[in-house]
């Protein structure tokens, strides 16, 4: 069993910042990778960052220069700084990890509850 629990969402003014926290718990061999979506009202979820063990990242184009994920895999940790923030991040925010529960074995994927960011204009 795993679980994720995020924190840091909220109300924020445009141009201000937020920092998101997703901590994962369980029986758990190693993590492979963990990342943040979003997903706004009507609009389908989409990655804003991702990060591997390795030290790899990628962010989606709209989060780009403003937005750093980084994980600290030993606290089985993420973190995302969001600056500059602009109406459109208005979304709620889920963690997503990729979980090994053994030597030898494939990650499996799981999802955080969500926390909700608001940014006013």
């Known amino acids: 069993q795993v679980q994720l629990v995020e924190s840091g969402g909220g109300l924020a003014r445009t141009g201000g910042s937020l920092r998101l926290s997703c901590v994962v718990s369980?029986?758990?061999?190693?993590?492979?990778?963990m990342a943040w979506y979003r997903q706004a009202p009507g609009k389908q979820r989409e990655l804003v960052a991702g990060a591997n063990s390795r030290g790899r990242t990628n962010y989606g184009e709209d989060v780009k220069d403003r937005f750093t994920i980084s994980i600290d895999t030993a606290k089985k940790s993420a973190y995302l700084q969001m600056n500059s923030l602009k109406h459109e991040d208005t979304a709620d925010y889920y963690c997503?990890?990729?979980?090994?529960?053994?030597?030898?074995?494939?990650?499996?994927?799981?999802w955080g509850q969500g926390t909700q960011v608001t940014v006013s204009t």
């Open positions: 369980g029986t758990i061999f190693s993590i492979d990778t």
């Open positions: 997503n990890v990729n979980v090994v529960h053994g030597p030898g074995e494939y990650p499996l994927n799981y």
